[in-house]
């Protein structure tokens, strides 16, 4: 039974709405990925396909002391509007979180936002046309996919390797576009443990891509969700602390240091591209919550806030090295993955004849869940990678999630050896693998040509 | 008026379409005054099915378990009336190599193919015969596994070396698969659904015309703008009743009771291909069965409460 009213409907009434809906929604990207993600959700499922951080490390406690005192203090204030930029004692603790990571910013440059997801949301708002062209990574944040597809923007892909975004042939496109006389509105980038490719861009491509955005005066967008989750070498400076205030929307979050649940983000950007997307954030929804903001500024006020991104630090390292190992130990020798320094996510890329698509069909028989490759693509690419999340399950169940994709893997790749005759590939051997294979691996990760095989060691050295 | 029990959802790769069926036919029976107990099928079914006590049960749960004679199986075992076919026209559906076979057999044109099992491969060197099936079936071949409701796992072979890859992508769905010769032409979906005197009828025509792609895939079947659907379908004189002749030929054959959609190709020579037949076809607002019944003047709720209707006037089977 149910109170779901019942609706009127008929056969007509597809044909009838059709006709109003307008032209961006057919180009929303909705599929049978989406049909297939639904079947994530199961509880016997365990979802590495998620971005979730855990949320069940924050001591109840805590949270219902901060909310008691939010209630006790300023409960008119919770329960009212707010100003759209957000209140001042939220952007106090957005101010100490950037500063965290090297960042000095005037609060007058800040927009409080409903999560960082809002912030693309707006900057597209604020600069896009239908047709205008965005600059992204190869592969991309499959959460903006949709953003990008509502606002009709024409997206190019630049490929990343094991440094990020490969700026010479940023400058490449950016030369063609020029020469077809389309002038791209921005470039979006994750330089930090990138969603889904789990690489950071290194020093010098930083440099170089905020001097070419000056030279070419290009709006750049710097998502830095996962910036202070990093479990090994040294902090990069932000583009945005390079800029000078000048082409650089820096967009952060509370979603990974604190929690997703109480929709939080921010953009800092130059004031005069920030006062057009209050503008776009009044139109969205005047303001974001009160209610949390406040909780934020009680939460940073009680205590130090950085001791429970350590202890996420700690846990979510913890997790990334389970899945490091579990994919040596699970995955066939054809596959490569990237090792991600900080963030959620690795980048796992299998021969091309497997279609992680259907992979995924195959592992949810398993009761085992990833994003298929395609999702972080705006072009059809990426059929044959993966992307895995080690934040949202613990390291049991990371280890059995990896030997059962990495069963089907396995299976795939023996069946296709005998469909071609080929030799069934012998089990990996753990820890035999030389840095400089593996870094050769790494350049196929990403869909790259190879590169050589000293590089990584030779990085550590110039970069940092 | 009657207590129906709706099973939908489940955990078919079908499931978001079989939650839409499942929704918009529990609003019909609510809007026809019956009592509607909307189950998402899962382990406690059983005992779901038990305390609702429903005079019958409307199957709206596409893909495996709603589509493979399994829930029909339990329903006969319980002892409840339920809509559409039963096991054995269940099983014969859902196996699209048993149904073209059974095709065959009784003389109704299917596009010829072969099909194979993944220990074929892997223990008869199945593979070496692959050659072999190439120049048989020519190119492209549709390779898609044996087993699977919606598009999802259907790949176009166009050169030999696409073969392997194709043959792996659709083992991912089925233990066994099919590898077809592709029939250029026309989409055609013939919906069917049985009159009170229990003969088939066969609704006006859909047909299914990709945009700007070369197959419609798993995306544009259920989304609007990617697939245009013409209903009826505009064929040339006698086409028509041909082919709608040809799939409650199919029907019979296939031993469907209740309503079904058998799948059509329309070759440009004016030949046609059964592809395959599905036993409970989609019911959302996007789907074809909806949009046949609406084009000869059935509208939604009339359909549900005459497939209910049939569903409570066939006595079930007691083993």
């Given at each position: 039974?149910?109170?779901?009213?019942p609706?009127?409907?008929?056969?007509?009434?597809?044909?009838?709405y059709a006709?109003?809906?307008a032209?961006?929604t057919?180009?929303?990207k909705s599929?049978?990925?989406?049909d297939?993600?639904?079947?994530?959700?199961?509880a016997?499922v365990?979802s590495?396909a998620?971005g979730?951080p855990?949320?069940?490390?924050?001591p109840?406690?805590t949270?219902?002391?901060?909310?008691q005192?939010v209630?006790?203090?300023?409960?008119?204030?919770a329960?009212?509007?707010g100003?759209?930029?957000?209140?001042?004692?939220?952007?106090?603790?957005?101010?100490e979180v950037?500063?965290?990571e090297?960042m000095?910013?005037?609060?007058g440059?800040?927009?409080?936002?409903?999560g960082?997801?809002q912030?693309?949301?707006?900057?597209?708002k604020?600069?896009?046309?239908?047709?205008?062209?965005?600059?992204a990574e190869a592969p991309?944040?499959p959460?903006?996919?949709?953003t990008?597809?509502?606002y009709?923007a024409?997206?190019?892909?630049?490929?990343m390797?094991?440094?990020?975004m490969?700026?010479?042939?940023?400058?490449?496109?950016?030369e063609?576009l020029?020469r077809?006389g389309?002038r791209?509105?921005?470039?979006?980038?994750?330089?930090?443990?990138q969603n889904p490719?789990?690489?950071?861009?290194?020093?010098?491509?930083?440099?170089r891509?905020?001097?070419?955005?000056?030279?070419?005066?290009?709006l750049?967008?710097?998502d830095?969700?996962?910036?202070?989750?990093?479990?090994?070498?040294?902090p990069?400076?932000?583009?945005?602390s390079m800029?000078?205030g000048?082409?650089?929307?820096?967009?952060?979050?509370?979603s990974?240091?604190?929690s997703?649940g109480i929709?939080?983000?921010?953009?800092a950007?130059?004031?005069?591209v920030l006062q057009?997307?209050n503008l776009?954030?009044?139109?969205?929804?005047?303001?974001?919550?009160?209610?949390?903001q406040l909780?934020?500024a009680?939460?940073?006020a009680?205590?130090?806030w950085?001791?429970?991104?350590?202890?996420l630090?700690?846990i979510?390292?913890?997790?990334?090295?389970a899945?490091?190992?579990?994919?040596?130990?699970?995955?066939p020798?054809?596959a490569?993955?990237?090792?991600p320094e900080?963030?959620?996510?690795i980048?796992a890329?299998l021969?091309?004849?497997?279609?992680?698509?259907?992979l995924?069909a195959?592992?949810l028989?398993?009761?085992?869940?990833?994003?298929?490759?395609?999702a972080?693509?705006l072009?059809?690419?990426?059929g044959?990678?993966?992307?895995?999340?080690?934040s949202?399950?613990?390291e049991?169940?990371?280890?059995?999630?990896?030997r059962?994709?990495?069963?089907?893997?396995?299976e795939?790749v023996a069946l296709?050896?005998?469909?071609?005759?080929?030799?069934?590939?012998?089990?990996?051997?753990?820890d035999e693998?030389?840095?400089?294979?593996?870094a050769?691996?790494?350049?196929?990760v990403?869909e790259?040509?190879?590169?050589?095989t000293?590089?990584?060691?030779g990085r550590?050295?110039s970069?940092r | 008026?009657?207590t129906?029990a709706?099973l939908q959802?489940?955990r078919?790769l079908e499931?978001?379409v079989?939650?839409?069926?499942?929704a918009?036919?529990?609003d019909a029976?609510?809007?026809?005054?019956h009592t509607?107990v909307a189950?998402?099928?899962?382990?406690?079914?059983?005992t779901?099915?038990t305390?609702?006590?429903?005079d019958?049960?409307?199957?709206a749960?596409?893909?495996?378990d709603?589509?493979?004679?399994t829930i029909?199986?339990?329903l006969e075992?319980?002892?409840?009336p339920?809509t559409?076919s039963r096991?054995?026209?269940?099983i014969r559906?859902?196996?699209?190599?048993?149904?073209?076979?059974?095709l065959r057999?009784?003389?109704?044109?299917?596009?010829?193919f072969?099909?194979f099992?993944?220990?074929?491969?892997?223990?008869?060197g199945a593979?070496q015969a692959?050659?072999?099936?190439?120049?048989?079936?020519?190119?492209?071949l549709v390779?898609?596994?044996?087993?699977?409701?919606?598009?999802?796992g259907?790949?176009?072979?166009?050169?030999?070396a696409?073969?392997?890859?194709?043959i792996?992508?659709?083992?991912?769905?089925d233990r066994?698969?099919?590898l077809?010769?592709?029939?250029?032409?026309r989409?055609?979906?013939?919906?069917?659904?049985?009159?009170e005197?229990g003969?088939?009828l066969?609704?006006?025509i859909?047909e299914?015309?990709p945009?700007?792609?070369d197959?419609y895939?798993?995306?544009?079947?259920?989304e609007i703008?990617r697939?245009?659907?013409?209903?009826?379908?505009e064929?040339p004189?006698?086409v028509?009743?041909r082919?709608?002749?040809?799939a409650?030929e199919a029907y019979r054959a296939l031993?469907?009771a209740g309503f079904?959609?058998v799948?059509?190709?329309l070759?440009e020579?004016?030949?046609?291909?059964?592809?395959?037949?599905?036993s409970?076809p989609?019911?959302?607002e996007?789907?074809l069965?909806p949009?046949?019944?609406?084009a000869?003047?059935?509208?939604f709720?009339?359909?549900?409460e005459r497939?209910l209707?049939i569903?409570?006037?066939?006595?079930?089977?007691?083993?």
């Amino acid at each position: 039974m149910t109170d779901r009213r019942p609706v009127r409907s008929t056969a007509h009434d597809l044909a009838r709405y059709a006709g109003l809906f307008a032209q961006r929604t057919k180009v929303m990207k909705s599929s049978a990925m989406r049909d297939l993600m639904a079947l994530t959700e199961r509880a016997e499922v365990i979802s590495l396909a998620g971005g979730m951080p855990d949320t069940s490390s924050f001591p109840a406690d805590t949270y219902a002391a901060l909310m008691q005192r939010v209630a006790d203090e300023a409960c008119a204030r919770a329960l009212q509007y707010g100003p759209t930029e957000g209140f001042a004692a939220a952007a106090r603790c957005i101010a100490e979180v950037m500063a965290e990571e090297g960042m000095t910013v005037d609060e007058g440059e800040l927009l409080v936002t409903t999560g960082g997801q809002q912030v693309i949301d707006l900057v597209c708002k604020t600069l896009i046309d239908p047709g205008d062209v965005i600059v992204a990574e190869a592969p991309t944040y499959p959460g903006a996919v949709p953003t990008f597809c509502s606002y009709q923007a024409d997206v190019v892909q630049i490929e990343m390797d094991e440094d990020g975004m490969r700026i010479d042939e940023l400058e490449q496109t950016l030369e063609r576009l020029e020469r077809e006389g389309r002038r791209p509105k921005f470039i979006y980038t994750i330089p930090n443990f990138q969603n889904p490719g789990g690489v950071t861009m290194s020093l010098p491509r930083r440099q170089r891509l905020v001097q070419v955005a000056h030279e070419r005066e290009l709006l750049v967008l710097e998502d830095n969700p996962y910036g202070l989750l990093r479990y090994e070498g040294e902090p990069l400076p932000t583009l945005y602390s390079m800029d000078g205030g000048e082409f650089v929307i820096y967009l952060g979050t509370f979603s990974k240091i604190l929690s997703p649940g109480i929709r939080l983000g921010w953009a800092a950007a130059p004031r005069p591209v920030l006062q057009k997307m209050n503008l776009g954030k009044q139109a969205a929804d005047l303001c974001s919550s009160s209610m949390t903001q406040l909780f934020v500024a009680e939460y940073f006020a009680s205590g130090d806030w950085r001791e429970y991104v350590n202890s996420l630090v700690g846990i979510y390292r913890g997790r990334r090295d389970a899945m490091l190992e579990a994919l040596q130990t699970h995955f066939p020798r054809e596959a490569a993955w990237t090792q991600p320094e900080g963030g959620l996510f690795i980048w796992a890329t299998l021969p091309d004849y497997i279609d992680t698509t259907d992979l995924l069909a195959r592992a949810l028989d398993e009761n085992v869940a990833f994003v298929p490759g395609r999702a972080a693509y705006l072009d059809g690419r990426g059929g044959s990678s993966m992307r895995l999340n080690f934040s949202g399950s613990d390291e049991t169940a990371i280890r059995e999630g990896v030997r059962r994709i990495g069963k089907v893997v396995g299976e795939q790749v023996a069946l296709y050896g005998t469909l071609t005759g080929a030799a069934p590939a012998a089990p990996p051997v753990v820890d035999e693998r030389e840095a400089g294979q593996v870094a050769e691996q790494l350049a196929d990760v990403l869909e790259l040509p190879r590169r050589a095989t000293d590089r990584r060691r030779g990085r550590a050295e110039s970069d940092r | 008026m009657s207590t129906v029990a709706i099973l939908q959802g489940g955990r078919s790769l079908e499931r978001q379409v079989s939650l839409k069926s499942g929704a918009r036919v529990e609003d019909a029976l609510q809007r026809l005054g019956h009592t509607a107990v909307a189950i998402d099928v899962d382990s406690d079914l059983v005992t779901r099915l038990t305390d609702a006590k429903p005079d019958a049960v409307f199957v709206a749960l596409h893909g495996r378990d709603g589509e493979d004679g399994t829930i029909q199986e339990l329903l006969e075992v319980l002892g409840l009336p339920y809509t559409g076919s039963r096991v054995a026209a269940c099983i014969r559906c859902w196996d699209k190599v048993l149904t073209k076979h059974l095709l065959r057999d009784h003389g109704i044109p299917t596009p010829d193919f072969h099909a194979f099992s993944e220990t074929a491969f892997r223990e008869l060197g199945a593979a070496q015969a692959l050659p072999a099936i190439e120049d048989q079936l020519d190119f492209p071949l549709v390779v898609k596994p044996a087993a699977q409701g919606s598009a999802l796992g259907i790949k176009f072979a166009r050169a030999t070396a696409d073969v392997p890859a194709a043959i792996v992508s659709a083992f991912s769905y089925d233990r066994k698969v099919l590898l077809e010769r592709y029939v250029p032409g026309r989409d055609l979906a013939v919906s069917i659904v049985e009159q009170e005197d229990g003969a088939p009828l066969a609704l006006p025509i859909v047909e299914a015309v990709p945009e700007g792609r070369d197959f419609y895939d798993f995306e544009a079947r259920y989304e609007i703008g990617r697939t245009r659907f013409v209903c009826p379908a505009e064929l040339p004189d006698g086409v028509a009743e041909r082919t709608q002749e040809l799939a409650v030929e199919a029907y019979r054959a296939l031993g469907c009771a209740g309503f079904a959609r058998v799948d059509l190709m329309l070759r440009e020579d004016g030949e046609l291909f059964v592809l395959e037949a599905n036993s409970v076809p989609g019911l959302t607002e996007t789907s074809l069965l909806p949009q046949a019944a609406d084009a000869a003047g059935i509208g939604f709720d009339q359909l549900v409460e005459r497939i209910l209707a049939i569903a409570l006037s066939r006595e079930p089977v007691r083993r």
